[in-house]
């Protein structure tokens, strides 16, 4: 059985540009606004209605242990702020207050060794190399906290910009589903990518 032996204060992970730490209420606006934005919405399963959606699902996660089976546990990349300097996004600063978006997971019930992954990234920091550092991160503290044996992603076939994200941090290709989701009104392909444990370890 998968048990969570860390606090939520101590749920930190640091990578060269991000510090990625767990979502507060206080985050709930910035989540809000670039979970809404339409080039971010179009393929994210969690558009919240508004700002106390999310600041209740923030309280929600404290009641629960870090990486509880079978909840979406939501984790906040926050860019170090030297780094917008580096990206010459100086001005995306204080309208994000260092907020780019977040990555989730989702450990399964059943084994509680197998663990799904999302990603949700502001437009204004997309293509930076931003998603892949935080999903290293992710993936690394995952099967060295949780000792999972295999994390996967489910991806809207026609999200090509997320397969190759996905591809390039390791992900193989374990299926492509034909209209097997229900999503936001019409049939979607659903595409399937997973990552074991050894071929990550391999990858080190």
Not at 84 to 103: M, P, Q, R, T, Y
Request: charged share 25%; net charge negative.
């Amino acid at each position: 059985m998968t048990e969570s032996i860390i606090s939520h204060e101590q749920a930190l992970i640091q990578t060269p540009r991000l510090t990625l730490r767990p979502m507060r209420t206080t985050d709930a606006r910035r989540v809000y606004d670039y979970r809404n934005q339409p080039a971010v919405s179009i393929f994210q399963g969690w558009t919240p209605e508004n700002q106390q959606e999310v600041a209740n699902y923030a309280t929600g996660m404290r009641e629960r242990p870090v990486g509880a089976p079978g909840f979406w546990y939501q984790v906040i990349l926050q860019l170090n702020p030297e780094e917008f300097n580096n990206l010459d996004i100086k001005s995306a600063e204080n309208e994000s207050g260092g907020i780019v978006g977040d990555v989730a997971f989702c450990i399964e019930t059943d084994t509680q060794k197998q663990a799904e992954l999302g990603i949700a990234l502001d437009t204004a920091f997309q293509r930076k190399g931003l998603a892949s550092e935080a999903i290293t991160g992710l993936v690394d503290f995952l099967f060295n906290q949780f000792d999972l044996h295999r994390i996967h992603v489910s991806i809207d076939a026609r999200n090509q910009a997320s397969m190759k994200l996905f591809e390039k941090s390791g992900f193989r290709l374990e299926g492509h589903l034909k209209q097997s989701v229900f999503f936001k009104g019409e049939w979607c392909d659903d595409i399937i990518m997973g990552l074991l444990k050894t071929e990550w370890m391999a990858r080190s």
